[in-house]
């Protein structure tokens, strides 16, 4: 009786800590896609309220639900030793009456305390349980999603070195939000172009769809001649190259972050894809240089260094087809003209497209 009153009792704990669980991972989302807005807006200090009252809400949730559990773990405490007591009464008026053994006095005993103890163990287990289902349950939606890529059985034929993309009226849409419609175009070693545009216009969407993080949702895209669908998501990765507006600085050494890219890299190619990349006064001033670890109070990088640190793995891979998702957002006019010239001078055999809010100086 009392497990399962713990059971009713902790289900609407579990439903608030798992309810608090999910709104915690879209907080950290969020902060994780948007922090620099954020802190530029003026919203942090709502970010730390947020994430207090959240915090606040499970800890609460947490120890009513300690509480339920040791109310009636103390209870079953309270039932075992009664039982106990009772049993061991009744085993001694037994063997007075001659009923029972002398040798056997102990098993009652031991079996209530055995039995018992047996009982008193299901009550966490039951006060979780509503919060183990709801587990079980954000499991097996994963089976229902979708997958943003399909993948061919088999890799399909190999693509020429110095490639060639193409868009069939491409459209996308994210649930019912359509972001792009009927996109058709074609960019052919040579060709530098820049795609401007407003925010939410679906410039970012289009680079992951030559990327090949997304399928489009209707039309199709080409490498050479050949379609992505029938193409393994690696071997469109292999020819073409995105460098995102916020690449993603691992806590280690710079050289570690280089080598992401390319682990077979020399100390000259490295210093080389710094310099092009122009991260040359960056790399100048930490000290220990390529071997300095980041991501430390005092080795933070900026957006735009992290820009640079993006197009500095590019660099070092040189992929016949790139796109550059605000390569200089951030720079200073000297440092966005230096950066944009080295980029056309590395891929003049290549295909690049640079996509940014405004038509950049330089090309």
Do not use: W
């Amino acid at each position: 009786l009392l497990p399962g009153v713990a059971q009713r009792l902790g289900a609407n704990c579990e439903s608030t800590m798992d309810r608090v669980r999910s709104q915690m991972v879209t907080f950290f989302d969020d902060v994780a896609q948007s922090g620099e807005e954020f802190i530029m807006t003026g919203a942090s200090l709502g970010l730390d309220r947020r994430l207090e009252a959240l915090e606040r809400e499970f800890d609460q949730a947490q120890n009513r639900r300690h509480a339920i559990t040791g109310l009636v773990d103390g209870l079953n405490t309270l039932i075992a030793g009664g039982a106990v007591m009772a049993a061991f009464g009744f085993t001694v008026l037994a063997v007075h009456r001659g009923n029972v053994s002398q040798a056997l006095i102990a098993v009652p005993v031991l079996l209530s305390v055995a039995a018992l103890e047996l009982v008193g163990g299901v009550t966490p287990a039951l006060v979780g349980l509503g919060g183990d289902r709801a587990a079980l349950s954000r499991i097996e939606s994963l089976r229902e999603s979708s997958l943003p890529v399909s993948e061919p059985e088999i890799a399909g034929r190999t693509i020429d070195s110095n490639s060639s993309v193409t868009l069939h009226d491409v459209s996308h849409k994210f649930d019912d939000l359509r972001v792009l419609r009927d996109v058709a175009f074609r960019l052919s070693p040579g060709d530098v172009v820049v795609l401007s545009g407003r925010s939410g216009g679906g410039k970012t969407t289009l680079a992951r769809l030559l990327a090949r993080f997304l399928d489009p949702s209707q039309g199709s895209i080409d490498l050479d001649d050949t379609a992505y669908r029938s193409l393994l998501s690696s071997q469109v990765r292999s020819h073409v190259g995105f460098v995102d507006d916020a690449p993603h600085v691992f806590s280690t050494t710079l050289e570690a972050n280089l080598r992401i890219a390319k682990p077979s890299a020399t100390q000259e190619e490295l210093l080389e894809a710094c310099r092009g990349a122009g991260l040359r006064s960056l790399l100048e001033s930490l000290p220990e240089g390529l071997a300095t670890v980041l991501g430390g109070p005092t080795t933070g990088l900026s957006g735009g260094e992290r820009r640079r640190l993006g197009i500095a793995r590019e660099l070092l891979v040189n992929h016949p087809i790139v796109v550059f998702d605000e390569p200089t957002e951030g720079l200073d006019e000297d440092s966005a003209e230096f950066v944009l010239g080295r980029i056309r001078d590395t891929y003049h055999l290549g295909v690049v497209l640079i996509i940014s809010h405004r038509i950049p100086n330089g090309l």
